[in-house]
């Protein structure tokens, strides 16, 4: 993602809460400390489809935001 938000490409990350900062640090190291994240609560991997439904609640309105950012 990071490669691509330097060629100009709108780009976001998706990661769980406890990989927030890991995220931030990592953007920073590859040159792009404003690469947008998408923050879902953990965990994300072993859920049932309503677990699945329920993280996608909370990633759509972010989601959403960033798209009307980029539209401007």
């Known amino acids: 993602m990071c490669e691509?938000?330097?060629r100009g490409v709108s780009a976001a990350v998706i990661c769980s809460e406890p990989f927030v900062k890991l995220a931030k640090t990592q953007a920073k190291v590859f040159g792009v400390?404003?690469?947008?994240l998408i923050v879902i609560p953990h965990p994300l991997g072993g859920l049932?489809?309503?677990g699945v439904k329920a993280r996608v609640e909370v990633a759509n309105p972010q989601l959403l935001s960033l798209i009307r950012q980029?539209?401007?």
Request: net charge neutral; hydrophobic share 40%.
């Open 48 to 50: 049932d489809i309503e």
């Open 4 to 6: 691509m938000r330097k």
């Open 33 to 36: 400390p404003d690469l947008a």
């Open 70 to 72: 980029i539209s401007r």
